[in-house]
Nanobody
Framework: QAQLVESGGGLVQPGGSLRLSCAAS????????VAWFRQAPGKEREGVSC????????RYADTVKGRFTISRDNDRDTVNLQMNSLKPEDTAVYYC????????????????WGQGTQVTVSS
């Protein structure tokens, strides 16, 4: 069964770092566009970052630009999200999603979704 699995979430103090990973099973994400979304309690799911399946170009939400970095590890068939200088407002469940088309920060049109990993930024 094709699926995505996120890992790397946890509790971190403000200013700290976490690295999330999105691993595929049953298919390869190497040629998919993969996005990270997040959803805080009471809020809509929002796009955070995306890496293109065609040329690995990247896109970031303004709220994370300069602090988060998305990358591929083709050998491990994963997409990673390095999160630095974390803020309390980054607290959310983070999801990865894969699509065979272009990057987008809307939830429609993604073929696969992970189950989510909790990120909590608090002192």
């Amino acid at each position: 069964q094709a699926q995505l699995v996120e890992s790397g979430g946890g509790l971190v103090q403000p200013g700290g770092s976490l690295r999330l990973s999105c691993a595929a099973s049953g298919f390869s994400v190497n040629y998919y566009s993969v996005a990270w979304f997040r959803q805080a309690p009471g809020k809509e799911r929002e796009g955070v970052s995306c890496i293109s399946g065609s040329d690995s170009s990247t896109r970031y939400a303004d709220t994370v630009k300069g602090r988060f970095t998305i990358s591929r590890d083709n050998d491990r068939d994963t997409v990673n999200l390095q999160m630095n200088s974390l803020k309390p407002e980054d607290t959310a469940v983070y999801y990865c999603a894969a699509t065979g088309t272009t990057c987008r920060f809307i939830t429609h049109g993604y073929d696969y979704w992970g189950q989510g990993t909790q990120v909590t930024v608090s002192s």
